[in-house]
T-cell receptor, first 111, second 112 residues
Framework: GENVEQHPSTLSVQEGDSAVIKCTYS??????FPWYKQELGKRPQLIID?????GEKKDQRIAVTLNKTAKHFSLHITETQPEDSAVYFC??????????FGKGTSLLVTP | DGGITQSPKYLFRKEGQNVTLSCEQN?????MYWYRQDPGQGLRLIYY???????QKGDIAEGYSVSREKKESFPLTVTSAQKNPTAFYLC???????????FGPGTRLTVL
């Protein structure tokens, strides 16, 4: 079954607008939640992560929020730019051993 | 881009052949991972290793095998038992399982 669910699978926004991607997880013991960005043909790279003792973390135009009670976390990108276009993956540690990834969100930012 | 490498970048295999994908890291990381990426499927865990000479199956281990004889190296063998091996394979490493994973550039395997 799905340990990490990610929505939406595709997202199109206009340059300057905000983009929000949401993920839910099943393991209440999960305590590490990274977000990766993957450009076409390249390797995934970490853009931000959050641990369970924090509710929100921000890095310039990117922020992540975590609701442990509801077992969901979200990625927020403000003032989007064309170079933000990529596939974004959320992940969570499942069973304490390895990351489980969502299926990805393909973000397109149009000028 | 340095630190974790994979080779080859592209690999073509005939049906019935075993192939081995290389993954090397010089980051002194204890943990290493292999993922398979298919369109629309995200990253699925094949095998992972938390320490030398130890490894565990991930969600889709059938038809794959690994070894971890050295800290720096975690090769993946795709055997003939893997029914649909055509995919993009990513290797990653991390200091431990609760920290950032660093990915290699990937190997694209095509079965002819």
């Amino acid at each position: 079954g799905e340990n990490v669910e990610q929505h939406p699978s595709t997202l199109s926004v206009q340059e300057g607008d905000s983009a929000v991607i949401k993920c839910t997880y099943s393991d209440s013991a999960s305590n590490y939640f990274p977000w990766y960005k993957q450009e076409l043909g390249k390797r995934p790279q970490l853009i931000i992560d959050i641990r369970s003792n924090v509710g929100e973390k921000k890095d310039q135009r990117i922020a992540v929020t975590l609701n442990k009670t509801a077992k969901h976390f979200s990625l927020h990108i403000t003032e989007t730019q064309p170079e933000d276009s990529a596939v974004y993956f959320c992940a969570a540690i499942i069973s304490g051993y390895a990351l489980n990834f969502g299926k990805g969100t393909s973000l397109l930012v149009t000028p | 881009d340095g630190g974790i490498t994979q080779s080859p970048k592209y690999l073509f295999r005939k049906e019935g052949q075993n192939v081995t994908l290389s993954c090397e890291q010089n980051l002194n990381h204890d943990a290493m991972y292999w993922y398979r990426q298919d369109p629309g499927q995200g990253l699925r865990l094949i095998y992972y290793s938390q320490i030398v000479n130890d490894f565990q199956k991930g969600d889709i281990a059938e038809g794959y095998s690994v070894s971890r004889e050295k800290k720096e190296s975690f090769p993946l063998t795709v055997t003939s038992a893997q029914k649909n091996p055509t995919a993009f394979y990513l290797c990653a490493s991390s200091p431990d399982e609760r920290n950032e994973q660093f990915f290699g550039p990937g190997t694209r395997l095509t079965v002819l």
